[in-house]
C-alpha cells in the first residue's frame, strides 16, 4: 500500500545516474578526472557569463516581486498562523543552505584573494587587502540568497496556495509545461535537480571532511588520514540520518537551534577575544566597498583573457562563476525546504527574509572568521599564507584557532560546529530527496525513504575518496548543475504565470496581505468552462 507513494522512475532514474556517474569515475579515476576537469573549464569559461547574467537577473526580479502584487500573497490560509518563529525559521533556512562551507571559506577564502586578487591588483598589497576581505561577503551575499529564494517561490505557492500536496520541482513547472510533466519529461527534470543536489552535496563533504579530521587530530592527535576521515563521514551520516529519520520538528529544528547557539558562541568568543575593534571595522568598510562596487563584481569577466597576448586572472572562473553555479545546484533543494517551513507568511516576506537573514549570517560568518585571520598576517602575528601554502587550507584554517585564548575548548567548538553545520544541511537534503521520489507528501516524506537518501548522499563520496578524487566529484556537481540554470528559469516563470492568473481571478486583490481562496477561484473556472 505505502509503495504505491514512491514514484519508482525518478527513484530509480535518479539512482542510476548516481552509479552510473560515481562507478566509471571510481574505475577509471585517471580518465574521468581528465573528463570533467575539461567540461569544467568548458562550461566555467564559455558559459561563465550565462551564470553571472544569471545571477543578476535573479536578485532584480526577487526585488520585483517582492514588491508587486505577487508578493502580496500570503502562503496559506487566512487564519493560518506562521508556522515557526522568526528566529527559528531564520536559523533553520540559514542551516539548512549553509553547510560547513561556511566555517571552512569564511576562515580561509581571504587567504586566496590576498594572494590572487582580482581586478589585476598587486597580490599582498594594501589594496589586495581590501577586496580580500570584501570578495567572500559578496560571493555568500544577496545575489547568492536571491538565487536560493528563487525556487521558493512556485515551490510554496503550490504547496500552500494551490494545495497541491507534492513537493517537486517538476510539479511546480506544471503552469509552463502543462501535461508535458507528466510525460518522462517531468521525470528528467526531478532526476537533474537530485543528481545537481547529489553533487552539490559532494562538494560540501569534500571540504567539510578535510577540515573536520584537522581538528580532530589537533585535538587528539589522531592522523587526517582516510581511515579517520572515513570514521567521520560515517559519524556524520549517522547523525544526519538521525535527524532526517526524526523529521522536520523533532530532528532538523533541534539540530538547527544547536546550530544557531553554537555558532553563537563561537563568533561571539573570536569577536570579544580577537582583534574586536579590526573586526568591526574592516567588515562595515567591507559592506561599502561591496555596496559602491556591487555591480561590477556582479557581472565582472576577463573578456580580454581570451585575447592572445592578454594575461587572465582566472578570478571570475575559479571564484564567482564556480560560486553562482554552486549556489545554483542547491537552490531547488533549499527553494523546497524553505516552501515548506513558510506557511503562514507572505510571499514577500519569504523572499526579503531569505536574502536579508542569508545575507546577514554571511557576513557575520565572514566578518568575524576571515578578519581575526586577516588581522593575524596582517599585522605580523601568523603568517596564515605562508603557513597554508606549506601545509593546507585546512590546516591553516585549525591554525588560526589555535591562536585564540582557550585554543583547545575553541578547535573542539569549532569543530563540533563544523559536523552540526554538516549535519543540518545533509538532514534536509535526504528530506527533500525522498519527497522528490515520492508521488504525494501529505505530512512528511515516507521514513525509510528519508534514510535511504541519507545514507545516498554519502555514498558517492564516500567510495570516491578512496578513489582519491573528491576533487573530481566537486567538479562534477558543477557541471551537472547546468541543466539545473534552465529548470530555474522555468520555475521562475512558472510562478509568476499561477500567481498572477490567481490573483486576476481573485476579489481580494487590493488589500495589503492577498490572500487567494483557490477553492473558491477552481468553482469560478470549473463554472466557465461548463459554461
Ligand atoms: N553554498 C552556500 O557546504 C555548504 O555550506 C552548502 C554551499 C552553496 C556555497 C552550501
Given at each position: 500500500?505505502?509503495?504505491?507513494?514512491?514514484?519508482?522512475?525518478?527513484?530509480?532514474?535518479?539512482l542510476?545516474?548516481l552509479l552510473?556517474?560515481s562507478?566509471?569515475?571510481a574505475?577509471?579515476?585517471?580518465?574521468?578526472?581528465?573528463?570533467?576537469?575539461?567540461?569544467?573549464?568548458?562550461?566555467?569559461?564559455?558559459?561563465?557569463?550565462?551564470?553571472?547574467?544569471?545571477?543578476?537577473?535573479?536578485?532584480?526580479?526577487?526585488?520585483?516581486?517582492?514588491?508587486?502584487?505577487?508578493?502580496?500573497?500570503?502562503?496559506?490560509?487566512?487564519?493560518?498562523?506562521?508556522?515557526?518563529?522568526?528566529?527559528?525559521?531564520?536559523?533553520?533556512?540559514?542551516?539548512?543552505?549553509?553547510g560547513s562551507?561556511?566555517?571552512?571559506?569564511?576562515?580561509?577564502?581571504?587567504?586566496?584573494?590576498?594572494?590572487?586578487?582580482?581586478?589585476?591588483?598587486?597580490?599582498?598589497?594594501?589594496?589586495?587587502?581590501?577586496?580580500?576581505?570584501?570578495?567572500?561577503?559578496?560571493?555568500?551575499?544577496?545575489?547568492?540568497?536571491?538565487?536560493?529564494?528563487?525556487?521558493?517561490?512556485?515551490?510554496?505557492?503550490?504547496?500552500?496556495?494551490?494545495?497541491?500536496?507534492?513537493?517537486?520541482?517538476?510539479?511546480?513547472?506544471?503552469?509552463?509545461?502543462?501535461?508535458?510533466?507528466?510525460?518522462?519529461?517531468?521525470?528528467?527534470?526531478?532526476?537533474?535537480?537530485?543528481?545537481?543536489l547529489m553533487g552539490g552535496a559532494g562538494t560540501t563533504l569534500a571540504l567539510g571532511t578535510?577540515?573536520i579530521?584537522?581538528?580532530?587530530?589537533?585535538?587528539?592527535?589522531?592522523?587526517?588520514?582516510?581511515?579517520?576521515k572515513t570514521v567521520i563521514m560515517l559519524i556524520c551520516t549517522t547523525i544526519f540520518a538521525i535527524s532526517a529519520y526524526?523529521?522536520?520538528?523533532?530532528?532538523?529544528?533541534?539540530?538547527?537551534?544547536?546550530?544557531?547557539?553554537?555558532?553563537?558562541?563561537?563568533?561571539?568568543?573570536?569577536?570579544?577575544?580577537?582583534?574586536?575593534?579590526?573586526?568591526?571595522?574592516?567588515?562595515?568598510?567591507?559592506?561599502?566597498?561591496?555596496?559602491?562596487?556591487?555591480?561590477?563584481?556582479?557581472?565582472?569577466?576577463?573578456?580580454?583573457?581570451?585575447?592572445?597576448?592578454?594575461?587572465?586572472?582566472?578570478?571570475?572562473?575559479?571564484?564567482?562563476?564556480?560560486?553562482?553555479?554552486?549556489?545554483?545546484?542547491?537552490?531547488?533543494?533549499?527553494?523546497?525546504?524553505?516552501?515548506?517551513?513558510?506557511?503562514?507568511?507572505?510571499?514577500?516576506?519569504?523572499?526579503?527574509?531569505?536574502?536579508?537573514?542569508?545575507?546577514?549570517?554571511?557576513?557575520?560568518?565572514?566578518?568575524?572568521?576571515?578578519?581575526?585571520?586577516?588581522?593575524?598576517?596582517?599585522?605580523?602575528?601568523?603568517?596564515?599564507?605562508?603557513?597554508?601554502?606549506?601545509?593546507?587550507?585546512?590546516?591553516?584554517?585549525?591554525?588560526?584557532?589555535?591562536?585564540?585564548?582557550?585554543?583547545?575548548?575553541?578547535?573542539?567548538?569549532?569543530?563540533?560546529?563544523?559536523i552540526?553545520?554538516l549535519a543540518t544541511t545533509f538532514d534536509s537534503s535526504s528530506?527533500?530527496l525522498a519527497?522528490?521520489?515520492?508521488?504525494?507528501?501529505?505530512?512528511?516524506?515516507?521514513?525509510?525513504?528519508r534514510l535511504f537518501w541519507a545514507f545516498s548522499l554519502s555514498f558517492m563520496p564516500l567510495v570516491l575518496m578512496y578513489?582519491?578524487?573528491l576533487?573530481?566529484l566537486?567538479?562534477?556537481s558543477?557541471?551537472?548543475?547546468?541543466?539545473?540554470?534552465?529548470?530555474?528559469?522555468?520555475?521562475?516563470?512558472?510562478?509568476?504565470?499561477?500567481?498572477?492568473?490567481?490573483?486576476?481571478?481573485?476579489?481580494?486583490?487590493?488589500?495589503?496581505?492577498?490572500?487567494?481562496?483557490?477553492?473558491?477561484?477552481?468553482?469560478?473556472?470549473?463554472?466557465?468552462?461548463?459554461?
Amino acid at each position: 500500500m505505502k509503495k504505491s507513494l514512491i514514484d519508482w522512475p525518478t527513484f530509480i532514474g535518479a539512482l542510476i545516474l548516481l552509479l552510473g556517474v560515481s562507478i566509471p569515475l571510481a574505475v577509471f579515476p585517471e580518465e574521468g578526472r581528465k573528463i570533467v576537469n575539461l567540461a569544467n573549464d568548458l562550461m566555467t569559461k564559455n558559459l561563465g557569463v550565462v551564470y553571472l547574467v544569471f545571477g543578476l537577473i535573479t536578485f532584480g526580479f526577487l526585488l520585483y516581486v517582492s514588491f508587486s502584487k505577487n508578493g502580496k500573497i500570503k502562503l496559506g490560509e487566512k487564519s493560518d498562523k506562521r508556522e515557526f518563529s522568526t528566529m527559528s525559521w531564520a536559523a533553520m533556512l540559514f542551516a539548512a543552505g549553509i553547510g560547513s562551507s561556511i566555517l571552512y571559506w569564511g576562515m580561509i577564502e581571504w587567504a586566496f584573494y590576498y594572494e590572487g586578487p582580482p581586478f589585476g591588483i598587486a597580490p599582498e598589497s594594501t589594496e589586495a587587502i581590501k577586496w580580500a576581505s570584501s570578495y567572500g561577503i559578496f560571493h555568500w551575499g544577496p545575489i547568492a540568497w536571491a538565487i536560493y529564494t528563487l525556487p521558493a517561490l512556485p515551490i510554496a505557492y503550490f504547496y500552500y496556495v494551490r494545495k497541491t500536496p507534492v513537493l517537486k520541482i517538476s510539479e511546480a513547472v506544471r503552469p509552463v509545461l502543462g501535461k508535458a510533466v507528466d510525460t518522462p519529461l517531468g521525470n528528467v527534470i526531478d532526476i537533474l535537480f537530485m543528481f545537481g543536489l547529489m553533487g552539490g552535496a559532494g562538494t560540501t563533504l569534500a571540504l567539510g571532511t578535510p577540515m573536520i579530521a584537522e581538528g580532530i587530530h589537533d585535538l587528539t592527535g589522531l592522523p587526517p588520514n582516510l581511515m579517520t576521515k572515513t570514521v567521520i563521514m560515517l559519524i556524520c551520516t549517522t547523525i544526519f540520518a538521525i535527524s532526517a529519520y526524526s523529521g522536520l520538528r523533532r530532528g532538523i529544528k533541534v539540530l538547527s537551534d544547536v546550530n544557531l547557539w553554537l555558532s553563537v558562541i563561537v563568533l561571539a568568543f573570536i569577536f570579544v577575544f580577537g582583534p574586536t575593534l579590526f573586526i568591526s571595522e574592516t567588515t562595515f568598510t567591507s559592506l561599502g566597498l561591496i555596496l559602491n562596487n556591487f555591480f561590477e563584481m556582479a557581472t565582472w569577466l576577463e573578456p580580454l583573457a581570451n585575447v592572445a597576448g592578454f594575461e587572465g586572472t582566472g578570478f571570475p572562473e575559479t571564484w564567482t562563476i564556480f560560486y553562482w553555479a554552486w549556489w545554483v545546484v542547491y537552490a531547488p533543494f533549499v527553494g523546497l525546504f524553505v516552501a515548506r517551513i513558510s506557511r503562514g507568511r507572505t510571499i514577500q516576506q519569504m523572499i526579503l527574509g531569505t536574502i536579508i537573514y542569508g545575507t546577514l549570517g554571511s557576513v557575520l560568518f565572514f566578518g568575524v572568521l576571515g578578519n581575526f585571520g586577516l588581522y593575524l598576517q596582517v599585522s605580523g602575528s601568523f603568517d596564515v599564507v605562508g603557513f597554508m601554502n606549506e601545509t593546507s587550507p585546512e590546516a591553516a584554517i585549525i591554525a588560526i584557532l589555535n591562536q585564540l585564548p582557550m585554543a583547545g575548548i575553541m578547535v573542539a567548538a569549532f569543530t563540533i560546529l563544523a559536523i552540526i553545520f554538516l549535519a543540518t544541511t545533509f538532514d534536509s537534503s535526504s528530506y527533500i530527496l525522498a519527497a522528490v521520489v515520492q508521488k504525494k507528501v501529505q505530512k512528511e516524506p515516507l521514513r525509510w525513504n528519508r534514510l535511504f537518501w541519507a545514507f545516498s548522499l554519502s555514498f558517492m563520496p564516500l567510495v570516491l575518496m578512496y578513489v582519491g578524487d573528491l576533487k573530481t566529484l566537486q567538479t562534477a556537481s558543477i557541471v551537472a548543475g547546468f541543466p539545473v540554470l534552465f529548470i530555474m528559469v522555468l520555475l521562475a516563470w512558472s510562478f509568476m504565470k499561477a500567481s498572477s492568473e490567481d490573483i486576476r481571478a481573485s476579489k481580494d486583490y487590493k488589500s495589503a496581505t492577498i490572500h487567494i481562496n483557490i477553492r473558491e477561484i477552481n468553482e469560478q473556472r470549473r463554472k466557465r468552462e461548463q459554461k
